[in-house]
């Protein structure tokens, strides 16, 4: 990585404001899924065994700027705190006295978490006056929040143009294993995207043919592709005003000589609901009041024997309404293929909210390589962008040739606190690697330290809760309800979500929001 990390820091008795991705799941005051908080541990201990004094702060939902009590950081406190089995308090607010009181009285290898950065407008509006202010109770700022690194916030930039700026162990882990999958995948590599919103992917997909063997597509969004090569789809999810960008994306695969696997069949229900009339047919001309909801058993087949042999592979997007059990045989049968063929030694990175909670719900999440806590931010890295959250941390400085040969894994020790302008121009820029995509990106500066940056932290996502989000409706954006109450009833999932308590609803609801990039 040619980022500077917090191994590279001199931490011990400083103040070190560490910018978490703690925007999880809760209901009834409770977190539902606390892999987010799980994978942040390895940098917090870190820290606190360095003897810093640990500043936490997250956003959690969306409370535009405002206090809202059921957003409030306090259930992810208390799991925090049993997690690591020591006292983390939660501060009343990011701002004020009683703040900056308890900042001065930490001592070090304490933690204190803030409250919601989002209960001020100030944080998604990056406003220099409030990073200034976070900024002022640190010596140091450490980002491990993979997952809203596409976003240019107060908490996430601004601060990092104020104090010397480190990634923490998480981020290391993330950029490493997407950036392996850009510069040097194993090959066979492939790419498989489903989900909902073809619009959501059309960026990803482009960037990815350049790269991949190997391009699966199923689920909803795969019906703007079939509409693009003159199928009928029946009422099926599609974005018709998309069915040019399709074509284009099929035409350049082509030239590309990157094999697009479409679904052949299709499971087609009556309406996306359980308890639905349903039935295979073939992916062709589906009547006119048929939703396509899976992939059919020969689909499923020639997906799995397409990608049999792959060495790496990225997943993101459902192949169908997994949340239905009926509908979810696609995405299962894929998930255990991809699961089988991490465990014989292929690299399988997963991002995207859904597609986790489905490998989740069958239990396979701990066999593959890499689950992203980051939907948006991993495709945003994986179109080739650069994540505002990550250009702005230290740059690795460049190793003489000789030396870099000599050691495996470079770690200059920078001495902090160092100015952020001397420190940034102490850091040169990032050596340069074989292929890099653009000479910007984060790069592995060498297998060995790609390795090492591989294996540390051990696992970064740990089990997340059972509980997966349930099914929106392809049509409204009502918030997703949990997969119990679909269980239970038959009646059409969007109008059961949107029955749900609002505070309730809001905060189950509040990861599947900012999945969609929020
Ligand atoms: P992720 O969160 O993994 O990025 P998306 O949010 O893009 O995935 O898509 C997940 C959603 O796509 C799920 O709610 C799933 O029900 C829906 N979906 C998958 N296939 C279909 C389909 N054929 N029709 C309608 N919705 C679908
Ligand atoms: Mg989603």
């Given amino acids: 990585m040619d ?14 404001f ?17 892999s987010r908080i799980r994978a942040a541990i390895p940098t917090i201990l870190y820290l606190v065994q360095a003897g810093a004094k640990v500043i936490l702060a997250s956003h959690l939902g969306r409370p535009n700027g405002k206090v809202s009590d059921s957003l409030r950081l306090r259930p992810v406190g208390q799991r925090l705190t049993e997690l690591l089995r020591r006292n983390v308090p ?22 204190l978490l803030l409250e919601n950065l989002r209960f001020h407008a100030e944080e998604e509006a990056n406003d220099p006056a409030f990073a200034a202010t976070l900024a002022s109770y640190a010596d140091i700022f450490v980002n491990d929040a993979f997952g809203t690194a596409h976003r240019a916030h107060a908490s996430t930039v601004g601060i990092a143009k104020i104090l010397p700026a480190y990634a923490g162990l998480l981020m290391e882990r993330e950029l490493a294993m997407l950036s392996k999958l850009l510069e040097a995948p194993e090959r066979p590599f492939a790419a498989i995207l489903g989900g909902a919103k073809v619009s959501d992917k059309l960026k990803v997909i482009d960037h990815l043919i350049t790269k991949v063997d190997l391009l699966v597509l199923g689920g909803g969004m795969a019906n703007t592709f079939l509409l693009a090569q003159g199928k009928a789809i029946g009422k099926s999810l599609a974005e018709p005003d998309r069915v040019q960008d399709a074509q284009r994306i099929l035409a350049k695969a082509e030239r590309n000589k990157v094999r697009v696997v479409l679904p052949i069949d299709v499971i087609v229900a009556k309406e996306v609901t359980r308890g639905t009339e349903y039935k295979t047919l073939q992916a062709e001309k589906i009547p006119a009041s048929w939703h396509i909801v899976d992939l059919g058993k020969a689909s ?9 042999d792959v060495k790496t592979v990225f997943w993101n997007g459902p192949l169908g309404v997994f949340e239905i059990p009926s509908f979810a045989h696609g995405t299962n049968a894929v998930a255990r293929l991809l699961a089988d063929r991490a465990e014989h030694g292929a690299t399988v990175v997963i991002g995207g909210g859904d597609s986790v909670a489905s490998i989740t719900q069958q239990g396979l999440a701990d066999k593959m390589t890499h689950i992203s806590t980051g939907g948006g931010a991993s495709l ?5 962008r650069d994540l505002p959250g990550v250009s702005v941390l230290l740059d690795r400085p460049k190793e003489p040739k000789a030396r870099a040969s000599k050691r495996a894994a470079p770690k200059p020790k920078t001495t902090t606190p160092v100015k952020p302008a001397a420190a940034k121009a102490a850091a040169t820029k990032p050596a340069a690697t074989k292929a890099p995509v653009k000479a910007t990106k ?11 940056a591989a294996k540390a932290p051990a696992k970064a996502v740990a089990k997340p809760a059972a509980k997966a989000p349930a099914k929106i409706s392809a049509k409204t954006a009502a918030p997703k309800a949990s997969t119990k109450s679909v269980v239970k009833t038959s009646k059409p999932i969007a109008k059961q979500a949107a029955a749900k308590p609002a505070a309730k609803a809001v905060a189950a609801g509040s990861r599947a929001r900012t999945e969609k990039r929020s």
């Fill in 3 to 16: 980022k500077l990390t917090i191994r590279d820091a001199d931490v011990a008795g400083k103040r070190v």
């Fill in 442 to 452: 984060p790069a592995v500066a060498t297998k060995a330290q790609a390795k090492a």
């Fill in 380 to 384: 945003e890295f994986l179109e080739g």
């Fill in 18 to 34: 560490v910018r978490v991705d703690f925007n999880v799941p809760l209901a009834d005051g409770r977190v539902t899924d606390d």
């Fill in 90 to 111: 939660v501060t009343g607010d990011a701002l004020g006295l009683g703040t900056e009181d308890a900042l001065k009285r930490m001592r070090p290898g304490e933690i």
């Fill in 300 to 308: 499923q087949d020639l997906m799995v024997d397409a990608l049999k």
